[in-house]
């Protein structure tokens, strides 16, 4: 991948207005919403149905790595079932309920109120993304949402000339990796996905713990 010239980073205790030069992307599951209980629910009911050992917390924490096709190889799901596997996984996620980040609400509003270009990068499903937007509440800030994202890098370089200064928030290795590649300055979200120290060696420029903390980094 060939890396776009470095992005420009705002100056500490810039005007709210400068936020009109700025975009910012998220991912969705691990970083607008927490749903780490979620997620490893749906998995193991993709893997019991298959007669594969269900994986506990700690395990979880430890193995959960996107995207959903290699994770479920690695777990035991045979190629050929690995698509309904995914589909499977995706209703499960759409049936049931997670919760907002820390400060996702007011982080969201604060950023479109100054200016900010707010957009949605992430392997969720479509109908994933609305459950939650409706049963949580989202701010509806959104300039685009790209949902069932195979290759965040892609993506996010298409998106890449939208605004001289860019942000992707994500909470992955592979978020940082295709963050810093496409020319965004990689914010890191910690959770049960991924460790701090794991996002550093990543490339995240910023790791926080949820998006109450992020404002203070954008602006």
Known sequence: MQRPPATQRPSAGAPAAALAETMVLFDWNGTVVVDADRARAALNVVLARRGIPVLGEAEFSVRFRLPLAQLFGRLGVPDADASDAEEEWNHEMAETRAHLSD?????????S???AWLGVVSAASPAAVRFDQRSLAVPAVWNSVDASVADKFETLLRHRPTRPIAYYVGDTPDDMRCASAAGYIPVGVTDA???PETLRSAGAAHVIGGLDELLAIIA
């Open 103 to 111: 400060g996702a609400a007011e982080c969201l509003a604060a950023l």
């Open 113 to 115: 109120e100054a200016g």
């Open 193 to 195: 996905y991924s460790r």
